[in-house]
Every structure is written in C-alpha cells, then in structure tokens.
Nanobody, 115 residues
Framework: QVQLVESGGGLVQAGGSLRLSCAAS????????MRWYRQAPGKQREWLAG???????NYANSVKGRFTISRDNAKNTVDLQMNSLKPEDTAVYYC?????????WGQGTQVTVST
C-alpha cells in the first residue's frame, strides 16, 4: 500500500522559512519522480516543484529561487525547503507521485504565512 505522509507545516512570518518533508512507503522510492503541489482556499491545486529519480529538478516560476526540492533515497523522503515566504504562499502543501499507473497524494500539511 502506497503512503505519502507530509510534515513540517506551520505558521511563519513573512520572510521566514519552513522545511516540509514527505515520507514515502509502499513504493520503490528511488526510481520514482516526486512532486510538490499546493492548494490555497478557493484556488486550483498548483504544481510547485519536481525531482526525478536522477535528482534533476524543476520549479514553477512562482517559487523558483525561493524553494528547493531535494530527496534522500536512503530515507525515502522528499523535502521542500521554502525561503523568503510570502503571505500568498499560504496553502495546504501536498506530496505526489505517479507509480504503477496510479496517482498518489499525501494528506497535506498546512502552511500559513502571516504579514
């Protein structure tokens, strides 16, 4: 059974930093590309960043230069380091992977950025 569990969300002031982590189980983690998304109230889910099995990364323009995605195949985790946070970064953040013909999402972790 595939499980993705996010952690690390919370309340932070504008300009601050948070590090999110997603722990994966039930998959051969090292061969799977992983992604982070977010969804703000009343908005569509937005792709933020992706990392391949070969550690190649790409980012949405909205977070490029502020967020960094990384993975640790020994721990089966994918992290999202978020710096210079803005109030518009407030959202629920989700980890995602596609494997075995199926989409898998974590339960999400809330990030709130105050002014």
């Amino acid at each position: 059974q595939v499980q993705l569990v996010e952690s690390g969300g919370g309340l932070v002031q504008a300009g601050g930093s948070l590090r999110l982590s997603c722990a994966a189980s039930g998959i051969i983690f090292s061969i799977n590309a992983m992604r982070w998304y977010r969804q703000a109230p009343g908005k569509q889910r937005e792709w933020l960043a992706g990392i391949t099995s070969g550690h190649n990364t790409n980012y949405a323009n909205s977070v490029k230069g502020r967020f960094t995605i990384s993975r640790d195949n020994a721990k089966n985790t994918v992290d999202l380091q978020m710096n210079s946070l803005k109030p518009e970064d407030t959202a629920v953040y989700y980890c995602y992977t596609f494997t075995g013909g199926n989409n898998y999402w974590g339960q999400g972790t809330q990030v709130t950025v105050s002014t």
